[in-house]
């Protein structure tokens, strides 16, 4: 079951209806809204669609504009960056094998937990500045361990675990002023996502029974 309450609905109806296109059906959400749909633990307001396979992205810009009024912000080789009423998305070629199927419901295709889990992981150990990549990471060790997140990642990326391993405890880069909304009336407190990161690397085989 999604935890639709987690994205705004008009988020979730653009959601839907691009992932009916037939034009992006090679596109997988990931990252923090793909997450929170499947876990219902915070507020994600942008749509990260990513790709194993290559695409032109002139073509797939120009198709979003005429069908979607896309404001487009940026575009390179197969990535492409902007807006579409009013929601942020982005389009990614991110050419690393998915090491489970995505999850797929209500047509909407999602990253598995363990693929947005290496994802975080690769992501603090390239830059460690967004506060929304530790709560999810925290917040996924109820359905894997870190030592199940370093497998992962260590096998999508063909990389050593060291790097993002260290990030998992280095936070003098976060910036700690961006907006946090979870799900429920609790507010943010980081602490308790300091405490979690710290007793995975405690117990890196343990799978935890309760959200930070």
């Given at each position: 079951m999604l935890h639709k309450e987690t994205v705004s609905p008009s988020t979730l109806e653009l959601l839907t209806t691009l992932m009916k296109d037939c034009r992006l059906k090679h596109f997988v959400l990931v990252g923090g809204t793909s997450l929170s749909l499947q876990l219902g633990h915070r507020i994600s307001v942008d749509l990260d669609l990513f790709s194993d396979l290559s695409f032109d992205e002139s073509e797939l810009s120009s198709y979003l504009v005429e069908n979607y009024d896309l404001e487009l912000d940026f575009i390179s080789r197969s990535t492409l960056k902007g807006e579409i009423r009013g929601?942020?998305?982005?389009?990614?070629?991110?050419?690393?094998?998915?090491?489970?199927?995505?999850v797929e419901e209500?047509?909407?295709?999602?990253?598995?937990?363990?693929?947005?889990?290496?994802?975080?992981?690769?992501?603090?150990?390239?830059?460690?500045?967004?506060?929304?990549?530790?709560?999810?990471?925290?917040y996924l060790s109820t359905l894997l361990s870190l030592?199940?997140?370093?497998?992962?990642?260590?096998?999508?990326?063909?990389?050593?675990?060291?790097?993002?391993?260290?990030?998992?405890?280095?936070?003098?880069?976060?910036?700690?002023?961006?907006?946090?909304?979870?799900l429920g009336s609790a507010p943010f407190k980081w602490k308790k996502i300091e405490k979690r990161l710290l007793q995975m690397q405690k117990y890196p085989q343990k799978r935890f029974d309760l959200f930070p």
């Open positions: 929601v942020q998305i982005d389009c990614i070629s991110h050419q690393y094998p998915w090491l489970s199927p995505c209500d047509v909407i295709r999602l990253a598995s937990p363990v693929d947005i889990a290496a994802m975080k992981l690769n992501a603090i150990a390239g830059n460690g500045t967004r506060i929304k990549d530790f709560i999810d990471l925290a030592g199940e997140m370093l497998e992962a990642y260590e096998h999508k990326y063909k990389a050593n675990v060291i790097m993002p391993l260290k990030a998992l405890t280095y936070w003098e880069d976060i910036n700690f002023d961006e907006p946090i909304r979870m």
